[in-house]
């Protein structure tokens, strides 16, 4: 089977540039609850991206990642509806009110879980996949022998993340807005993504930026997984999903090709890691958390 290889775009006419270059499925934020995307469309334009998808061969996904509260539960229910309609082929979310709401739609098959760092071990996983979910998207935070252990464990579809920036924290709150309020700045930073966060004790610049749902901080690091590939494919794992965030669409295009050539030759993936490490040392490359163990140190 070819494996899935799933990007966000920047804007629809993406859509064709991204297939080009070997990408297999878009990944589409919403206006209606909007989270941390590339690309939030309007009804109009989701019917759109559908029938582009449709007419290369691709899949549609949609991202309602966002958190709910009581007074959005309605509203919920009528974009899922709608969401149904249009024919997408898979739902991102984190708020188990997702699930309960599709639930009543009788579209829990189009869910994926995506709880950012909570899926760490095959039980968990196999649980959420006993609910009818489609697909369940492991912690980046977790090394490449846990990814292994639980994708040949569990029954049914995993997705692993393995390239790009990676999600550390996110808050509704305009963090960044206030921050300047606070030092009395008119330095503009909605929607600016040329922003870091510099730790005091550590070199890391987190790109860190503010959109209409709230503000978002990534890692220090570049996630690049070239040469654990051929292990993931070997586990069982065949959706990947690369992180879109903080490049333009000829880098991102350029990086479709390049873990697809990997995944017919899986021995150039050492090659290829050399290659970024070596030529993106402003992005530092890194295998992030693959093989290192996470705990607690004093």
């Known amino acids: 089977m070819k494996e899935n290889i799933i990007v966000s775009p920047y804007t629809l006419a993406d859509i064709e540039k991204l297939n080009e270059a070997g990408a297999t499925s878009i990944l589409v934020g919403i206006d209606a609850f909007p989270f941390a ?8 334009e989701l019917l759109e991206a559908r029938r582009l998808t449709k007419a290369l061969g691709m899949k549609l996904y949609v991202n309602v990642n966002a958190f709910f509260m009581e007074r959005d539960l309605d509203r919920l229910l009528e974009e899922l509806a709608f969401i149904k309609e249009v024919g997408v082929d898979g739902i ?3 708020d188990l009110a997702v699930y309960t709401q599709a639930n009543k739609l009788d579209m829990t098959v189009l869910l994926i879980y995506n709880p950012d760092t909570l899926l760490t071990n095959h039980l968990d996983v196999q649980e959420y996949l006993n609910l009818g979910l489609q697909m369940c998207t492991l912690a980046s935070e977790i090394t490449l022998e846990d990814i292994v252990s639980i994708a040949s464990k569990v029954q049914g579809r995993v997705e692993v993340i393995i390239h790009g920036r990676l999600s550390m924290m996110h808050s509704k ?5 206030n921050y300047m309020k606070f030092i009395d ?5 909605y929607e600016n993504k040329d922003l870091y966060l510099i730790e005091e004790k550590r070199d890391d610049h987190m790109p860190i930026f503010e959109d209409v749902s709230g503000t978002h901080m990534y890692t220090g690091f570049t996630l690049a997984s070239f040469e654990e590939i051929e292990d993931f494919v070997g586990a069982g794992v065949h959706d990947f999903r690369i992180e879109s ?3 333009t669409i000829e880098e991102l295009c350029r990086i479709i090709k390049d873990y697809r050539y990997v995944l017919e030759q899986p021995e150039s993936g050492r090659a290829f890691y050399q290659e970024y490490e070596r030529n993106q040392k402003d992005r530092n490359i890194t295998k992030g958390f693959l093989y290192t163990k996470t705990g607690a140190k004093k």
């Open 173 to 177: 709150r305009t963090l960044l807005t």
């Open 245 to 247: 965030m903080f490049y």
């Open 37 to 44: 995307s590339t690309i939030y469309v309007s009804h109009d």
């Open 92 to 94: 991102y979310f984190t």
């Open 185 to 189: 700045s008119e330095h503009k930073v």
